[in-house]
């Protein structure tokens, strides 16, 4: 099935103003938008294979992950950016390598601007020398991807995300606290004490590996962006808070799982817990029309998210998308570290 790109983008027109079509038209929308996101994983397949190749490289210990967007947050792009379309997102195929400091970041960056030639590199930005607002840092790339053998692939776009540990711990935390207070802090959404404490701690942070701050907190020294992080940090009880949410990472079973490649994600919210169900390599179609399944179930819900992505391993995948599992305890590591510093520094 090739389905044309007009159509795909009729989907995503439909998909984000469900209320002015019929119901048969925005089934069949959603119908097109899972025919567009399994197409992505044989994009996906391949340029895992050379993020993580020359990751390994670089750092045995690094961590790529890659994953499929799911469709809320697709739609919920699409109407976030007006001028976006589907056919043109390039992050429904997503991978992210998580390499342990700078100097990694930065020559895995630019090893894959070498050996990805093939390929059309469309993009770069990056957000760890000009941070967002968020606090969010990461470096970002964008391919075109190119196989003039297949038609039905040529052409589409993919997101590599690269980051250090340390603001892999910041994004977590702060896309767990999304998850639980049903709203999107990362996009400048949600209560004021939140968006004001996750940025102070990304501008913290920012003086653990010397990178730029945050431009609204450029009046602040390092001795004051810590005590405002620290005071916010207890004031609202954060610790409190994402320990709970990590409650949910005990009901994960930690057993390899070599053979399976795809996992669906099913996460019961009000309860914390957790439920994986693996697929092989091949049976991403499976997995792809699951995903499809579950979304529509909890679709008029927010008790429930669903996510498929894909590692190695269910051990991996916990600790590549640990926002899944509520893990958030790297993130309060480096918390117990900034407020040590600023003890120092008094």
Known sequence: MNIPKNKIKKAGNILKNKENFKKEEVIEAIETLTYWRKIHGKVLNEFYKIVN???????KNSNVVQRVKRSPSIVAKLKRHSSTKLTTMQDIAGIRAIMSNLREVELLNEQLKKVAQKHEFKTYDNYIKDPKESGYRSIHLVYKYKNENDLETDGLLLEIQIRTELQHS?????????TFLDTNLKFGEGQPKWLKYFALTSNAFTYLENTPQLSSYLNLDKKETYRQAIYEFNYNMIEHNLKAFTVAADYITEKKSEDKFYHLIKLDIDNKNVNVTSYKKEEFEIANEQYTVFEKKY????????VLVSTKSINELKSGFPNYFFDTREFLKNMEIIKTEYNLIK
């Open 53 to 59: 190749e020359e990751a390994l490289k670089i750092n």
């Open 170 to 178: 910041w994004a977590t935390s702060v896309e767990t606290m999304s």
């Open 299 to 306: 679709s008029k819900t927010n008790k429930f998210e669903v």
